[in-house]
């Protein structure tokens, strides 16, 4: 099953049913990316790095604050909630270990080429 058919989401608003796009930037703003990208990311790093099985998502959103954040290590497992400055370093750092060794499955020489996975998003 793949993480994004059944990741955490914000609560849709009451009456419209519709996550607010508030709650979509707020997301960026901390991890750089929309919600959705993210939880491609972690499916495209269980498919194709030696990422353990124990990871949960949230440890990748850790990595992800801390290229964002680029802040202390202490500061970012503060802001992220982590209960510790061992358990984060661990887990953010094999993270982004992990989602750079995807580089050959997402990074496009030509930048018209499209992935049926991340439509509209390619890296330079």
């Not at 990208?37 to 030696?50: K, N, Q, V």
């Not at 604050?65 to 984060?88: M, P, Q, S, W």
Request: proline residues 6%; contains cysteine; hydrophobic residues 35%.
């Amino acid at each position: 099953m793949r993480w994004h058919e059944h990741a955490p989401s914000p609560p849709p608003n009451k009456l419209t049913g519709q996550y607010s796009s508030d709650d979509v930037d707020h997301f960026k703003c901390n991890f750089g990316v929309d919600p959705l990208i993210a939880s491609i990311a972690c499916d495209l790093m269980r498919e194709h790095t030696d990422m353990p099985d124990n990871i949960k998502i949230h440890h990748t959103l850790w990595g992800l604050a801390l290229l964002k954040i680029y802040d202390t290590e202490k500061v970012i497992c503060d802001h992220v909630g982590a209960r510790d400055e061992k358990n984060f370093r661990k887990w953010s750092w094999g993270s982004v270990g992990w989602l750079a060794n995807l580089e050959p499955y997402v990074v496009s020489q030509n930048p018209t080429e499209r992935f049926d996975c991340l439509t509209d998003f390619y890296i330079d």
